[in-house]
Every structure is written in C-alpha cells, then in structure tokens.
C-alpha cells in the first residue's frame, strides 16, 4: 500500500499567488482530513470529509482557503491568495471508518514570501 | 466540543528510563477512541497505540501503554525502557462517534531522550 501521498513536498510561492495542495488517500478509505501544523498553534484540524462530503469545515480560518474531494481518490485544499502567515505544514489524511485510526501523509511545507 | 489538553509542553528522560506523558479531553459521547501520534525531526505522524473507550483493559504495544481513566477522563502514555529513537514530538488524539469522526489533537509533548 503506497499510503496517503501528498504533493508537493515543498512549496514556495509570493504573497498573492493561488496555492493548491493536492493528496490522494489510502485505496478504500472514506474519511479525509486535512490539518495544518505550525509552532504557535499546533495542529489545527481545517476540514474533513466523510464519503467525499464535507463534514465540518469551521477550522477554515477564512474565505481565501477552499477544500474539494471530486472523487474517493482526490482532494485539494486551495489558498487564493495566499499569505504569509499561511506558513506553515499541512498534512492530509485518511482513515477506512469514522472511528479508526487515521493514516498521515508526509506533509506539504508552504512558505510564502 | 471535544477538547484534548497535552499540560506537559516538553519533557525529558535517560535512555533506559521509563517516562509518561500526560494527556485529558473534555466530552459528553459515551463511545469514543484515543490515540497516541509520535512526530519525530522527519515530521512524518505515526501511530503509537490506540484505546477503544469501551474496554477497560488498557492497551499496550511492546514498551509503550497506556492508563486510560474514563472516569477522570485521562489518558496517559507510558514509554518502557526509553530508546534515542523515542525522541519526537508526541500528541494525544481524540476520535467522536457521533460527530461524524471528528479526529481532535491536543498540543503536542516534546520529549527528549539523553544518553
């Protein structure tokens, strides 16, 4: 199993550029999440899906981050336009019910300049 | 709301020794899991070890267990025989079951293994 993979690794991009961060889940999984980490805040859940429906999205801290799952195997977080304090890691994942374990992928490290 | 609180910001402990880590959450659901997240300098999240609310014997896997209260609503992590590999950042995880699977962390331990 190739786990939940994440792209890109690292982005770097300009204040006011679109950013999209894109993650395919584990193969039969039908919960995802994506979080962000950073040192002042921790790990702040933004949005989970259940079955490709958004469930809670009341962690988007505004109308600049938008999430999409179109399908079982795909789901991007976009930040249009992005800023500086959106520095940080995020981290998506998956897990195969609502109330087991879920599985992280690496991570996305955004910088914005 | 669910809320997981990690009191402990850092900690450490000589290799060899036995340490715990501390970890309580607030809510109202009867039916629920807790788990255990090691992040190491490589920043990939991995499981340590999970808890089903409805079992009272405490889980363990090899040197790690846990003393799960429910009553207390507590839920700490105990690491056997520390090993330099140990070193991470360590947070605490609560899954709901009626909220749809939200999966909440607390703040995160630092913990630090010296030779």
């Known amino acids: 199993d190739a786990g939940v993979i994440q792209s890109p690794r690292h982005e770097v991009t300009e204040m006011g550029q679109e950013v999209t961060l894109r993650c395919k889940p584990i193969?039969?999984?039908?919960?995802l999440f994506w979080y962000r980490q950073t040192m002042m805040r921790g790990l702040e859940l933004l949005i989970y899906?259940?079955?490709?429906?958004?469930?809670?999205d009341s962690g988007m801290p505004e109308d600049r981050f938008s999430a999409k799952m179109p399908n079982a195997s795909f789901s991007t977080l976009k930040i249009q336009p992005s800023e500086p304090r959106d520095s940080a890691v995020y981290f998506c994942?998956?897990?195969?019910?609502?109330?087991?374990?879920?599985?992280f992928g690496q991570g996305t490290r955004l910088t914005v300049v | 709301a669910q809320t997981v609180t990690q009191s402990q910001p850092e900690m450490s402990v000589q290799e060899a020794e036995t340490v715990t880590l501390s970890c309580t959450y607030d809510t109202s659901e009867s039916n629920y899991y807790l788990f255990w997240y090691k992040q190491p300098p490589s920043r990939q999240m991995i499981l340590v070890i999970r808890q089903e609310a409805y079992k009272q014997q405490n889980a363990t896997e090899n040197r790690f267990s846990v003393n799960f209260q429910k009553a207390a609503k507590s839920f700490s992590l105990k690491i056997s025989d520390s090993q330099l590999g140990d070193t991470a950042m360590y947070f605490c995880?609560?899954?709901?079951?009626?909220?749809?699977?939200?999966?909440?962390f607390g703040q995160g331990t630092i913990l630090t293994v010296h030779p």
């Open positions: 899906f259940n079955n490709n429906v958004p469930i809670d």
């Open positions: 994942a998956s897990s195969v019910q609502m109330n087991t374990e879920a599985f």
């Open positions: 995880a609560f899954r709901g079951g009626t909220s749809y699977g939200k999966l909440t």
């Open positions: 193969s039969g999984h039908n919960s």
